[in-house]
């Protein structure tokens, strides 16, 4: 059964300061591994989404890669700001018949001082 | 930029009653969805919905649970006799495709269920 952990659960830093945020699953037979970012009482973005065959991708100042052999995916954030505080969730899909139910970490809630 | 809606934001019920979550799933999309995320645990699968048949559950999604495509646009979810245990965010997410690959999943803003 899949198991998605993340670490740290939570990450206070300067703002400007560049940061990883880390996601490590048991099964490396996924589909695909995606990040969203939660605002508190807020529902899920999606912020990037790596497919199996692919390493990274990026958008802006984020750049999220994914190594399946070794079951970890890492979410870099450059020049971090305050609008950044929120909670980070990674979630993988796995093969084996899912209809595509996401598995999700507890997620790292990163605070970004001014 | 098309967003997928749910109603109410906040439901308070008595153990026992019958409650009906909604959600307006993108347009578009064919593939629809419900989590939940119990306060300061993971967000759990539920229930994944296409073609108007249940594709597939999680062993929460007992007999207690149903979901339904009412018309073309509203996608239900009914807890029929709400538990303690049940109090949770609820998240309605659709998809265009079967949300494997690279197909992503857009999320509702939940509804925050909370039985007395």
């Known amino acids: 059964k899949q198991e998605v952990t993340q670490i740290p659960a939570a990450l206070s830093v300067p703002e400007g300061e560049n940061l990883v945020l880390n996601c490590s699953f048991t099964?490396?037979?996924?589909?695909?591994l995606q990040w969203f970012r939660q605002d508190p009482g807020k529902g899920l973005t999606s912020l990037l989404l790596?497919?199996?065959?692919?390493r990274e991708q990026t958008s802006g100042r984020l750049n999220a890669s994914l190594d399946k052999s070794s079951g970890r995916s890492t979410l870099y954030i450059a020049a971090s700001q305050p609008g950044d505080s929120a909670t980070y969730l990674c979630?993988?899909?796995?093969?084996?018949?899912?209809?595509?139910?996401?598995?999700f970490g507890k997620g790292t809630k990163l605070s970004v001082k001014p | 930029e098309p967003e997928v809606t749910q109603t109410p934001s906040h439901q308070v019920t008595q153990m026992g009653q019958e409650v009906i979550l909604r959600c307006v799933p993108i347009?578009?999309?064919?593939?629809f969805y419900w989590y939940r995320q119990i306060l300061g645990q993971k967000v759990e699968f539920l229930v994944s919905?296409?073609?108007?048949?249940?594709?597939?559950k999680s062993e929460i999604f007992d007999d207690q649970f149903s979901v339904e495509r009412p018309d073309g646009s509203n996608f239900t979810l009914k807890i029929r006799s709400t538990k303690l245990e049940d109090s949770a965010m609820y998240f309605c997410?659709?998809?265009?495709?079967?949300?494997?690959?690279?197909?992503?999943?857009?999320f509702g803003p939940g509804t925050r269920l909370l039985v007395l």
């Open positions: 997410a659709s998809s265009e495709r079967w949300a494997v690959t690279k197909e992503t999943q857009y």
């Open positions: 099964d490396s037979a996924i589909y695909n």
């Open positions: 790596i497919q199996s065959s692919q």
């Open positions: 979630a993988a899909v796995n093969y084996g018949g899912s209809q595509g139910n996401l598995i």
């Open positions: 347009s578009n999309h064919l593939y």
């Open positions: 919905f296409y073609n108007n048949e249940i594709s597939e």
